[in-house]
């Protein structure tokens, strides 16, 4: 029996402004149309239904988030949705600056940015040719904007973990909440056949930089386990998802752009759930409970299927 499912990931686009090579392809890879994307009518309509199934915290996804145009306003329409009591939102930082207070006034609680670097020239290479600068930009304007927790998710990449310091050190002096996200190997890409470093590794190389204590969650619905460095203003989490198959405490679900229901990233399996979005509410909440109910929390013998992270939204 696994956790109480409460979480719903909702990816508004499939399409992104960067191309990191643990994500896509060097070419990228094709969008869809768009009309082939759930609307934000449709977005909202599933959502209240999803509530009715038990649905309490949301975040939005992409791809990445903040290329689809009036985002702002379906923040502020599923804020208003009653019975969500957490609005988050994932986005690769490079549009926050331009976002953040207007998000922060929409209603959105919370916000993650990815971020594979903190050193210039390995960024680079790692988003497919993008800009550092503008990420941090919008990561200081999540802050300044009031958004907190703020937290920074660092896909653990073997071999580049010689970036570790400067982590650290953005945790020690910025109240920001770094989480180490093991590298899944997701879809047909197979994530660029990059390798994961397992926590217990990666715990070793930051314990070099000072005595690390287990920390309290800053909060958000996630599986991370965090510690702390003596003095810094933030925290240092882990998601081991790869190492520790932390599938049992998995408490989400997750809605793709083009309006499919899936139970598991690691799982293929996925019901098409746009035909029933524009009719009974409460026949799409029972679909909904029925998709809840048959969700498994062992990734045993399951294959991930074709789509990319990016295409079933991270």
């Not at 998601?239 to 997750?254: L, P, T, V």
Request: charged share 20%; proline share 6%.
């Amino acid at each position: 029996m696994g956790s109480r499912v409460d979480y719903l990931r909702i990816s508004i686009t499939d399409r992104c402004n960067f191309r990191c090579t643990y994500c896509m392809p060097p070419g990228g890879i094709p969008w869809k149309p768009h009309t082939d994307i759930l609307s934000f009518e449709e977005i909202v309509r599933f959502t209240r239904a999803a509530v009715a199934a038990g649905i309490s915290r949301v975040r939005i996804t992409g791809g990445e988030p903040l290329v689809r145009r009036q985002c702002v306003s379906l923040v502020k329409q599923l804020a208003a949705v009653p019975g969500i009591e957490d609005l988050s939102l994932t986005t690769n930082g490079s549009l926050l600056d331009g976002f953040a207070r207007d998000l922060k006034r929409a209603g959105l609680g919370r916000i993650n940015v990815s971020i594979a670097s903190l050193d210039p020239a390995r960024f680079f290479r790692l988003s497919g040719g993008a800009g550092l600068e503008p990420v941090l930009a919008g990561l200081a304007s999540a802050l300044d904007a009031g958004f907190s927790p703020v937290k920074v998710n660092v896909v653990a990449l073997d071999g580049i973990e010689n970036g570790l310091g400067e982590f650290v050190s953005l945790s020690r002096r910025r109240p920001v909440h770094i989480r180490f996200i093991e590298h899944m190997p997701i879809g047909r890409f197979d994530g660029g056949g990059w390798g994961f470093i397992p926590r217990e590794r990666l715990l070793g190389e930051l314990r070099a930089f000072g005595d690390l204590a287990p920390a309290p969650s800053p909060g958000g619905g996630g599986p991370a386990q965090y510690f702390q460095y003596a003095g810094a203003a933030g925290t240092i989490g882990f998601i081991s998802s790869m190492s520790d198959h932390i599938c049992g405490g998995c408490n989400r679900m997750r809605l793709t752009a083009d309006g499919y229901l899936r139970g598991c990233l690691f799982s293929g399996d996925e019901l098409n759930v746009r035909p029933f979005i524009g009719g009974d509410r409460q026949r799409l909440t029972a679909i909904i409970l029925d998709a809840i109910d048959a969700k498994k929390f062992n990734r045993g013998g399951a294959s991930p299927g074709p789509r990319t992270m990016s295409q079933i939204g991270g």
